[in-house]
């Protein structure tokens, strides 16, 4: 049902009140004298209303929806034309209790009813007296009830204090009115016809943005002198509040017109800059001239700078195209064209850097050294570029700034893992939006000298993708005939890298592209051995930790024995990182000891090792005995560098077939083959019975099966392993072998000896077979770490086997039963 809708006088405007002189809100005191003198009637239907308080002597408009109200009204205005008005507790509340409105109200004329086309009616009515329910006598069709009068006290006649409030009342009403948007001008006519104080406070109460609660308070106070006060309080309030929200739509309007000049101004500029050509970035052009008159470029580059830079000129600097052009000269300023840093030809110094920062690695220490004595004879020797190879960890990314400081140049590295877009060396084309230059141009620009070291980090691992192929775009950079006219396409003009020291870095050489290959010169750094890893450990590792842990040589020693049961118990690596984590481990033990004041051992002990870092995890490289059958040690190359690999091989009844197991890739199963066909094709001078090839099969296994196995390096151990399976004979103790086997017999070479050679030593080998022309990779092997190790260079087969299987059988020989059948 709808509610009943109330128009104040903030609705109203002083037009409707002119055409309906009953409605203008102005009463005499002579009237409001007769209005007060008025006699009240003992019984009165009580009108309800949702969201609107009636204030005796105002006149308001009210719409009835309810079934209720308009009975009311109808019956009302067909009798007495009088009716007591009270407001509800809660406006939600659509079918209101007698406990559910205010007991004080007031008595109101009816004086005009309009029928509404929606059914609803619009009353309006005058406020005469107020009153109080005394007792209702009636609910149903609406409330009736018995009132009594609920008189106001009023001051004395020349009360200087109220006139005061009321003429304080009219003058705040006044500016309220001036100041509020909503309310037309026009209700200040109003305001200055009131005559009666009393009417005066009833009319602004009536009007004021209050709510139902505190209108009802106003009427609910009986002393008119402090109803007085309480409604220039809320007018105060109301006027503070109307003064801070024109003050703040004032600010909003004067930033909205600051925008709008600034943009009319610039619009202006605008204009007139391009009647004026651009006058006002004359100067930051002028500036920009003055700059290039400095650089060492070539005539070429600089006729190229002047044509650029008076395109520039021309272009609108409101324009994007001006934002890229002058980026564009930017880079041309800041690139080191042809300035070169002095390099420090004093070898011996630059030994003694490279021998302080890097233990061993004499391969690469020889070729920087040789590369520095050339260039102090010629003086105009292109930079080679070089590509250190080796496993993780032993110093390849490191050994850039150590040759940097050797020479006296500026070092700069790039990390090319995972880049897939070729653009990233190359450079974008300027017309793009966002275009830089590549990263090549980017680390010179940083260097400032167009001759630093420059590392690029893991240049195996390059990606391709749809945005091209980035190893391929490195062909023109790291080709000595070539770079020395390197194109950027953000540059869109050769560059000269010819003077750049370039050293590459990788891990593998499979994944490298052939071409970019080609146009390096490959160094092999290799693992250390468990001797170069003490040293490294106690010259630079050690303290290194001591030092980022805050603590002195004076807090924590390790000795070499500790150091070494470090090495071999706790890592497993070609490099060093592994064994650096173990030693911070120990050292952030002892510091956390002397932060807590707890004692420790200073000097490491075995017993400290086994607290801190537990018990020794790598024991797998330890060798094996003999007393199986089938079971032969190879050696093996990972990218963590060498390794021992067992080759397992077991015969059970069957019909001569073959299997395997283990992760084997296909050129490692080419092998198991091979040498398979080749025991069946000289079983005879190999000594096995031909039936037992006929009636047994043969199984072969490489342990741990999670790992990918692959290469032909093994093919002699799998030989050797199904020999021993055939004839249940013993393989030679303390033995390791590598090498390709083909099916005429003979063992070819293979890559990764030192690797594999140090791995057999760690896991205790005495005796190692080897394909003769591996010889030469031995003798570069420093002597100190193959001593003790018996080497044995074949040429065939038969070799391998006479060396490797002993006459001896192994117990519960599983041949024994054959020769029984077999007979």
């Not at 067909?78 to 007591?84: P, Q």
């Not at 009393?198 to 402090?226: G, P, R």
């Not at 592994?578 to 050292?587: P, R, W």
């Not at 033990?589 to 002397?594: D, E, L, P, T």
Request: hydrophobic share 35%; aromatic share 6%; charged share 30%.
């Amino acid at each position: 049902m709808p509610n009943h809708k109330i128009l104040t006088l903030d609705n109203l405007s002083l037009q409707e009140m002119d055409h309906e002189a009953d409605l203008i809100p102005l009463m005499t005191p002579e009237d409001e004298e007769e209005m007060n003198n008025e006699a009240l009637p003992a019984d009165l239907p009580i009108l309800p209303l949702r969201n609107t308080v009636l204030f005796p002597g105002v006149v308001i408009p009210i719409t009835a929806g309810r079934d209720k109200s308009i009975k009311l009204l109808n019956d009302a205005n067909a009798g007495s034309k009088v009716i007591g008005v009270v407001a509800q507790k809660d406006e939600t509340v659509e079918d209101p209790k007698n406990n559910e409105i205010h007991h004080i109200g007031t008595v109101a004329r009816i004086m005009r009813v309009l029928k509404m086309p929606d059914g609803n009616i619009t009353v309006i009515l005058q406020g005469k007296k107020r009153f109080e329910i005394d007792e209702f006598t009636q609910e149903d069709p609406y409330f009736k009830a018995t009132i009594k009068s609920y008189e106001e006290v009023r001051p004395e006649k020349k009360d200087s204090e109220f006139e005061t409030i009321v003429e304080s009342i009219k003058e705040m009403s006044l500016q309220i009115i001036k100041e509020s948007p909503n309310i037309p001008t026009e209700a200040s006519f109003a305001i200055k016809n009131i005559e009666s104080s009393a009417f005066l406070i009833n009319f602004v109460s009536s009007n004021m943005n209050l709510n139902v609660e505190e209108k009802q308070q106003l009427l609910s106070i009986v002393d008119l002198k402090e109803r007085a006060l309480e409604t220039l309080r809320y007018m105060n309030l109301e006027l503070q509040k109307l003064e801070l929200r024109n003050d703040i739509q004032s600010k909003v309007r004067f930033d909205l017109d600051q925008q709008q000049r600034e943009y009319f101004l610039q619009q202006q500029m605008k204009q007139i800059q391009e009647e004026l050509g651009g006058v006002s970035h004359e100067a930051e052009i002028e500036e920009m001239r003055k700059k290039a008159k400095s650089k060492k470029w070539d005539a070429k580059t600089a006729e190229h700078y002047d044509k650029e830079i008076s395109k520039l000129q021309r272009t609108n600097p409101n324009s994007p195209d001006f934002g890229i052009q002058r980026n564009y000269l930017e880079l041309f300023l800041e690139l080191p064209w042809n300035e070169f840093s002095k390099d420090n030809f004093d070898l011996k110094r630059a030994k003694q850097i490279l021998d302080r920062d890097h233990f061993g690695l004499e391969d690469v220490k020889k070729r920087i050294i040789e590369h520095l004595a050339v260039l102090k004879l010629r003086n105009d020797m292109k930079s080679p570029i070089l590509c250190l190879y080796g496993p993780p960890g032993v110093g390849k990314t490191s050994i850039g700034k150590s040759i940097a400081e050797a020479l006296g140049r500026e070092y700069v590295r790039i990390s090319l893992g995972g880049l897939r877009d070729e653009a990233e060396i190359r450079g974008h084309r300027k017309t793009y939006i966002g275009a830089m230059p590549g990263r090549i141009i980017q680390s010179i620009k940083k260097a400032k000298t167009s001759n630093p070291v420059f590392v690029l980090d893991e240049i195996d691992k390059l990606s391709v993708s749809h945005n091209g192929d980035p190893s391929s775009a490195l062909l023109e950079v790291l080709d000595p005939e070539q770079n020395n006219d390197f194109h950027d396409n953000f540059l869109e003009l050769g560059y000269d890298l010819s003077k750049v020291m370039f050293i590459a870095t990788s891990n593998s050489l499979s994944t490298i592209q052939p071409a970019l290959r080609d146009r390096m010169e490959i160094i092999n750094m290799t693992g250390y051995t468990i001797e170069e890893k003490i040293e490294i450990a106690k010259n630079y590792l050690v303290p290194k930790q001591l030092k980022e842990h805050g603590l002195t040589n004076k807090d924590l020693q390790i000795g070499k024995k500790q150091l070494e049961k470090i090495v071999v118990g706790y890592t497993r690596e070609s490099g060093v990182r592994g064994l650096d984590k173990k030693i911070a481990e120990m050292v952030r033990h002892a510091a956390k000891s002397v932060a807590m004041d707890e004692p420790y051992n200073v000097k490491v002990t075995d017993a400290d090792i086994l607290e801190v870092l537990k018990a020794p995890r790598m024991e797998r490289d330890k060798y094996e005995n003999n007393d199986t059958a089938g079971v032969v040690t190879g050696l093996a190359w990972t990218s963590v560098g060498g390794d021992i690999l067992f080759i397992e091989s077991l015969i059970s009844k069957g019909k001569g077939g073959m299997t395997m197991t283990g992760n084997l890739g296909t050129v490692m199963k080419e092998s198991v083959t091979i040498a398979l066909e080749y025991i069946k094709a000289n079983a005879t001078s190999l000594g096995i019975d031909s039936e037992v090839l006929s009636n047994y099969n043969i199984h072969i296994h490489v342990p741990e099966g999670a790992t990918p196995k692959d290469g032909p390096s093994a093919g002699i151990a799998m030989l050797t392993s199904m020999v021993s399976s055939f004839t249940q004979k013993r393989v030679k103790k303390s033995i390791a072998m590598t090498g390709e086997i083909t099916l005429r017999g003979k063992v070819l070479p293979v890559g990764g000896i030192k690797e594999k050679i140090l791995a057999a030593k760690r896991a205790n080998i005495k005796e190692i077979i080897l394909c003769k022309e591996n010889k030469r990779d031995i003798e570069e092997i420093n002597p100190n770490y193959i001593e003790g190790l018996t080497f044995h260079y074949v040429d065939s087969m038969k070799e391998v086997i006479d060396i490797a299987i002993t006459n001896q059988k192994v117990k519960n020989p599983v041949l024994f039963e054959v020769k029984k059948e077999s007979k």
